[in-house]
Protein backbone atom coordinates (compact mmCIF):
# COMPACT_ATOMS: atom_id res chain seq x y z
CA UNK A 1 0.00 0.00 0.00
CA UNK A 2 0.99 3.47 -0.67
CA UNK A 3 2.70 5.53 1.86
CA UNK A 4 0.48 8.82 2.17
CA UNK A 5 2.76 12.02 2.09
CA UNK A 6 2.82 14.96 4.42
CA UNK A 7 4.26 16.04 7.75
CA UNK A 8 2.63 16.12 11.14
CA UNK A 9 2.09 20.17 12.30
CA UNK A 10 1.15 21.46 15.10
CA UNK A 11 -1.56 24.01 15.35
CA UNK A 12 -1.34 27.23 16.64
CA UNK A 13 -3.26 26.54 19.45
CA UNK A 14 -1.97 22.81 19.60
CA UNK A 15 -2.12 21.16 22.84
CA UNK A 16 0.69 21.07 24.78
CA UNK A 17 2.88 17.82 25.47
CA UNK A 18 2.08 16.73 29.24
CA UNK A 19 3.81 13.93 31.17
CA UNK A 20 0.27 12.24 32.23
CA UNK A 21 -0.68 9.92 29.67
CA UNK A 22 -2.26 11.39 26.21
CA UNK A 23 -5.77 10.96 27.71
CA UNK A 24 -7.25 10.00 30.59
CA UNK A 25 -10.98 9.82 31.41
CA UNK A 26 -12.24 9.39 35.10
CA UNK A 27 -15.36 8.43 36.19
CA UNK A 28 -17.79 9.39 33.53
CA UNK A 29 -21.35 9.46 33.53
CA UNK A 30 -24.04 10.77 31.86
CA UNK A 31 -27.73 10.71 32.72
CA UNK A 32 -30.09 12.72 30.18
CA UNK A 33 -33.28 13.92 30.87
CA UNK A 34 -36.05 12.73 29.42
CA UNK A 35 -39.37 14.47 28.23
CA UNK A 36 -41.61 13.04 31.15
CA UNK A 37 -39.30 14.34 33.71
CA UNK A 38 -36.99 10.94 34.31
CA UNK A 39 -33.43 10.12 33.71
CA UNK A 40 -31.65 8.00 31.58
CA UNK A 41 -28.62 6.77 32.86
CA UNK A 42 -26.28 6.27 29.54
CA UNK A 43 -22.88 5.66 31.24
CA UNK A 44 -22.13 5.19 34.81
CA UNK A 45 -18.45 5.46 35.91
CA UNK A 46 -16.50 4.87 32.88
CA UNK A 47 -12.68 5.08 33.52
CA UNK A 48 -10.13 5.01 30.99
CA UNK A 49 -6.63 5.71 29.88
CA UNK A 50 -5.35 6.20 26.53
CA UNK A 51 -1.80 6.26 25.77
CA UNK A 52 -0.26 8.53 22.99
CA UNK A 53 -0.28 6.58 19.68
CA UNK A 54 -2.16 3.91 21.28
CA UNK A 55 -5.16 2.39 19.29
CA UNK A 56 -8.31 1.16 22.01
CA UNK A 57 -11.45 -0.32 20.30
CA UNK A 58 -14.43 0.06 22.35
CA UNK A 59 -16.74 -2.66 21.95
CA UNK A 60 -19.67 -3.50 23.04
CA UNK A 61 -23.92 -4.22 22.81
CA UNK A 62 -26.21 -1.90 21.07
CA UNK A 63 -27.47 0.80 22.92
CA UNK A 64 -25.01 0.56 25.22
CA UNK A 65 -23.79 4.11 25.36
CA UNK A 66 -20.58 3.87 23.37
CA UNK A 67 -21.36 6.78 20.70
CA UNK A 68 -22.06 8.81 23.87
CA UNK A 69 -19.00 8.65 25.48
CA UNK A 70 -17.02 9.15 21.91
CA UNK A 71 -19.15 12.67 21.44
CA UNK A 72 -18.24 13.16 25.36
CA UNK A 73 -14.38 12.72 24.95
CA UNK A 74 -14.52 14.68 21.42
CA UNK A 75 -16.37 17.63 23.39
CA UNK A 76 -19.53 17.32 21.27
CA UNK A 77 -21.57 16.42 24.71
CA UNK A 78 -21.04 17.45 27.91
CA UNK A 79 -20.69 14.72 30.85
CA UNK A 80 -23.29 14.71 34.25
CA UNK A 81 -20.13 13.78 36.04
CA UNK A 82 -16.17 12.94 35.73
CA UNK A 83 -13.41 14.85 33.45
CA UNK A 84 -11.99 13.86 30.32
CA UNK A 85 -8.51 15.05 29.89
CA UNK A 86 -5.91 15.68 26.82
CA UNK A 87 -2.46 16.14 27.14
CA UNK A 88 -2.98 17.34 30.88
CA UNK A 89 -5.95 19.89 29.69
CA UNK A 90 -9.19 19.13 30.84
CA UNK A 91 -11.53 18.93 27.24
CA UNK A 92 -15.10 20.63 27.37
CA UNK A 93 -15.81 21.44 23.97
CA UNK A 94 -14.49 20.60 20.35
CA UNK A 95 -11.22 20.92 19.69
CA UNK A 96 -9.11 21.89 16.32
CA UNK A 97 -7.08 18.61 17.27
CA UNK A 98 -9.46 16.05 16.76
CA UNK A 99 -10.77 14.43 13.89
CA UNK A 100 -14.38 12.00 14.26
CA UNK A 101 -15.71 9.40 11.87
CA UNK A 102 -19.06 9.58 12.96
CA UNK A 103 -21.62 6.14 12.35
CA UNK A 104 -23.26 8.55 9.49
CA UNK A 105 -20.66 9.82 6.86
CA UNK A 106 -22.36 13.49 7.45
CA UNK A 107 -21.28 14.90 4.49
CA UNK A 108 -22.39 18.15 3.20
CA UNK A 109 -24.77 17.47 -0.25
CA UNK A 110 -24.00 20.85 -1.67
CA UNK A 111 -20.09 19.99 -1.50
CA UNK A 112 -18.12 17.64 -3.77
CA UNK A 113 -16.37 14.56 -2.72
CA UNK A 114 -13.23 16.84 -2.97
CA UNK A 115 -14.36 19.64 -1.34
CA UNK A 116 -15.85 17.57 1.41
CA UNK A 117 -12.28 16.41 2.43
CA UNK A 118 -11.02 19.77 2.18
CA UNK A 119 -13.50 21.15 4.28
CA UNK A 120 -11.03 20.66 7.76
CA UNK A 121 -8.25 22.48 5.76
CA UNK A 122 -10.20 25.01 5.05
CA UNK A 123 -11.09 25.89 8.69
CA UNK A 124 -8.02 25.59 9.86
CA UNK A 125 -6.51 27.69 7.41
CA UNK A 126 -4.11 25.00 5.56
CA UNK A 127 -5.78 24.57 2.31
CA UNK A 128 -2.48 24.72 0.46
CA UNK A 129 -1.11 22.84 -2.45
CA UNK A 130 0.47 19.72 -0.73
CA UNK A 131 -3.10 19.39 1.20
CA UNK A 132 -4.73 19.04 -1.57
CA UNK A 133 -2.35 16.40 -3.09
CA UNK A 134 -2.91 14.65 0.47
CA UNK A 135 -6.78 14.88 -0.42
CA UNK A 136 -6.13 13.39 -4.00
CA UNK A 137 -3.76 10.69 -2.66
CA UNK A 138 -6.20 9.66 0.15
CA UNK A 139 -8.88 9.63 -2.60
CA UNK A 140 -7.34 7.38 -4.26
CA UNK A 141 -6.08 4.96 -1.33
CA UNK A 142 -9.92 4.15 -0.06
CA UNK A 143 -10.74 3.49 -3.93
CA UNK A 144 -12.57 6.52 -5.11
CA UNK A 145 -10.23 7.65 -7.44
CA UNK A 146 -12.78 9.18 -10.35
CA UNK A 147 -15.32 9.98 -8.12
CA UNK A 148 -13.25 13.16 -6.85
CA UNK A 149 -16.31 15.68 -8.61
CA UNK A 150 -19.71 13.81 -7.96
CA UNK A 151 -21.73 14.91 -4.97
CA UNK A 152 -22.60 12.63 -2.17
CA UNK A 153 -26.34 12.10 -3.19
CA UNK A 154 -24.35 10.25 -6.54
CA UNK A 155 -22.40 7.93 -4.24
CA UNK A 156 -23.51 4.87 -2.23
CA UNK A 157 -23.96 4.60 1.34
CA UNK A 158 -20.41 2.71 2.00
CA UNK A 159 -18.29 5.02 -0.68
CA UNK A 160 -19.53 8.35 1.32
CA UNK A 161 -18.47 6.56 4.15
CA UNK A 162 -14.71 6.68 2.90
CA UNK A 163 -14.86 9.92 2.09
CA UNK A 164 -16.01 10.89 5.84
CA UNK A 165 -12.72 8.69 6.32
CA UNK A 166 -11.18 10.83 4.10
CA UNK A 167 -12.43 13.78 5.33
CA UNK A 168 -11.17 12.57 9.15
CA UNK A 169 -7.29 11.74 8.24
CA UNK A 170 -6.74 14.69 5.56
CA UNK A 171 -4.97 16.70 8.20
CA UNK A 172 -3.08 14.40 10.46
CA UNK A 173 -5.41 14.89 14.33
CA UNK A 174 -4.19 14.33 16.95
CA UNK A 175 -6.77 12.05 18.39
CA UNK A 176 -9.02 9.80 15.91
CA UNK A 177 -12.57 9.09 17.42
CA UNK A 178 -14.13 6.62 14.89
CA UNK A 179 -17.87 5.63 15.27
CA UNK A 180 -18.41 2.70 13.82
CA UNK A 181 -16.92 3.83 10.73
CA UNK A 182 -16.65 0.63 8.34
CA UNK A 183 -20.17 -0.50 9.29
CA UNK A 184 -21.40 0.06 5.61
CA UNK A 185 -18.50 -1.52 3.73
CA UNK A 186 -18.15 -4.75 2.72
CA UNK A 187 -16.37 -7.29 3.93
CA UNK A 188 -12.93 -7.10 1.46
CA UNK A 189 -13.36 -3.30 1.38
CA UNK A 190 -13.42 -3.07 5.18
CA UNK A 191 -10.24 -5.39 5.69
CA UNK A 192 -8.24 -3.04 3.09
CA UNK A 193 -9.94 0.13 5.28
CA UNK A 194 -8.36 -1.66 8.61
CA UNK A 195 -4.67 -1.89 6.94
CA UNK A 196 -5.12 1.75 5.63
CA UNK A 197 -5.93 3.07 9.26
CA UNK A 198 -3.09 0.61 10.94
CA UNK A 199 -0.76 2.58 8.10
CA UNK A 200 -1.98 6.03 8.70
CA UNK A 201 -2.00 5.23 12.81
CA UNK A 202 1.54 4.02 12.13
CA UNK A 203 3.17 6.95 9.57
CA UNK A 204 1.64 9.46 12.09
CA UNK A 205 1.26 8.26 15.75
CA UNK A 206 -2.33 9.11 16.36
CA UNK A 207 -4.18 8.15 19.23
CA UNK A 208 -7.17 6.33 18.43
CA UNK A 209 -10.56 5.54 20.08
CA UNK A 210 -12.51 3.18 18.05
CA UNK A 211 -16.16 2.13 18.01
CA UNK A 212 -16.90 -1.25 17.10
CA UNK A 213 -19.52 -4.36 16.98
CA UNK A 214 -17.10 -6.33 15.62
CA UNK A 215 -15.18 -8.41 17.67
CA UNK A 216 -12.67 -9.79 14.73
CA UNK A 217 -12.10 -5.90 13.69
CA UNK A 218 -11.52 -4.85 17.34
CA UNK A 219 -9.05 -7.68 17.76
CA UNK A 220 -7.13 -7.22 14.31
CA UNK A 221 -7.02 -3.20 14.81
CA UNK A 222 -6.25 -2.62 18.33
CA UNK A 223 -3.67 -2.69 21.34
CA UNK A 224 -6.45 -3.44 23.86
CA UNK A 225 -10.09 -3.91 23.49
CA UNK A 226 -12.27 -2.31 26.04
CA UNK A 227 -15.41 -3.94 26.41
CA UNK A 228 -18.51 -2.16 27.76
CA UNK A 229 -21.27 -3.86 29.63
CA UNK A 230 -24.89 -3.22 28.69
CA UNK A 231 -26.29 0.20 29.27
CA UNK A 232 -25.75 1.83 31.83
CA UNK A 233 -21.83 1.30 29.72
CA UNK A 234 -19.15 0.86 31.99
CA UNK A 235 -15.96 -0.91 31.05
CA UNK A 236 -16.15 -4.95 31.81
CA UNK A 237 -12.67 -5.61 30.96
CA UNK A 238 -9.81 -4.72 28.86
CA UNK A 239 -7.80 -7.17 26.58
CA UNK A 240 -4.25 -6.40 25.76
CA UNK A 241 -3.89 -7.86 22.55
CA UNK A 242 -0.27 -8.39 22.21
CA UNK A 243 -0.43 -9.82 18.39
CA UNK A 244 2.51 -7.81 16.90
CA UNK A 245 2.30 -4.83 14.65
CA UNK A 246 2.12 -4.84 11.11
CA UNK A 247 -0.81 -6.92 11.37
CA UNK A 248 -1.25 -9.63 8.62
CA UNK A 249 -4.18 -10.68 7.28
CA UNK A 250 -3.72 -14.43 8.04
CA UNK A 251 -3.46 -13.37 11.66
CA UNK A 252 -6.92 -13.53 11.49
CA UNK A 253 -7.45 -17.18 11.42
CA UNK A 254 -4.30 -17.41 13.99
CA UNK A 255 -5.10 -19.71 17.90
CA UNK A 256 -4.16 -16.71 19.24
CA UNK A 257 -7.07 -14.53 17.42
CA UNK A 258 -9.53 -17.00 18.08
CA UNK A 259 -8.38 -16.83 21.84
CA UNK A 260 -8.72 -13.55 22.28
CA UNK A 261 -12.50 -13.91 20.02
CA UNK A 262 -13.29 -16.48 23.10
CA UNK A 263 -12.42 -14.43 25.45
CA UNK A 264 -14.25 -10.95 23.67
CA UNK A 265 -17.58 -13.25 23.30
CA UNK A 266 -17.83 -14.57 26.55
CA UNK A 267 -17.40 -10.74 28.25
CA UNK A 268 -20.29 -10.06 26.18
CA UNK A 269 -21.98 -12.55 27.40
CA UNK A 270 -22.62 -14.40 23.90
CA UNK A 271 -20.28 -17.70 24.83
CA UNK A 272 -19.81 -18.96 28.13
N1 LIG B 1 -29.82 12.86 23.40
C1 LIG B 1 -30.31 11.78 24.04
N2 LIG B 1 -31.40 11.89 24.84
C2 LIG B 1 -31.87 10.82 25.52
N3 LIG B 1 -31.30 9.59 25.45
C3 LIG B 1 -30.24 9.43 24.66
C4 LIG B 1 -29.68 10.50 23.91
N4 LIG B 1 -28.61 10.04 23.22
C5 LIG B 1 -28.51 8.72 23.52
N5 LIG B 1 -29.48 8.36 24.39
C6 LIG B 1 -29.67 7.04 24.97
O1 LIG B 1 -28.46 6.63 25.57
C7 LIG B 1 -28.24 5.23 25.37
C8 LIG B 1 -26.90 5.02 24.72
O2 LIG B 1 -26.96 5.51 23.37
P1 LIG B 1 -25.69 5.46 22.39
O3 LIG B 1 -26.11 6.08 21.11
O4 LIG B 1 -24.53 6.03 23.09
O5 LIG B 1 -25.52 3.87 22.24
P2 LIG B 1 -24.48 3.04 21.32
O6 LIG B 1 -23.75 2.12 22.23
O7 LIG B 1 -23.69 3.96 20.49
O8 LIG B 1 -25.48 2.18 20.42
P3 LIG B 1 -25.29 1.62 18.90
O9 LIG B 1 -24.28 0.53 19.01
O10 LIG B 1 -26.64 1.11 18.54
O11 LIG B 1 -24.83 2.76 18.06
C9 LIG B 1 -29.43 4.72 24.56
O12 LIG B 1 -30.36 4.13 25.43
C10 LIG B 1 -30.01 5.97 23.93
O13 LIG B 1 -31.41 5.84 23.78
MG1 LIG C 1 -23.60 4.28 18.46
Keep these: MTAITGTREQAPDGLAPSSEPFGVFTDIEKRFALGDGSYLTAIEKLSLTLEKGQLISLLGPSGCGKTTFLRIVAGLEQASMGEVRIEGKSISGPHPDFAFVFQQP ?8 LENILFPLEIRREKTPKGVDRARELVELVGLAGFEDRYPSELSGGMQQRVALCRALVHDAKLLLMDEPFGALDELKRMEMHDLLLSIRARTNVSVLFVTHSISEAIYLSDMVAVFSRRPATIRD ?13 MR ?7 YEHEASRLLGIVR
Design 253 to 259: YGADFTR
Design 106 to 113: NLMPWRTV
Design 238 to 250: RIEISLPYPRQGE
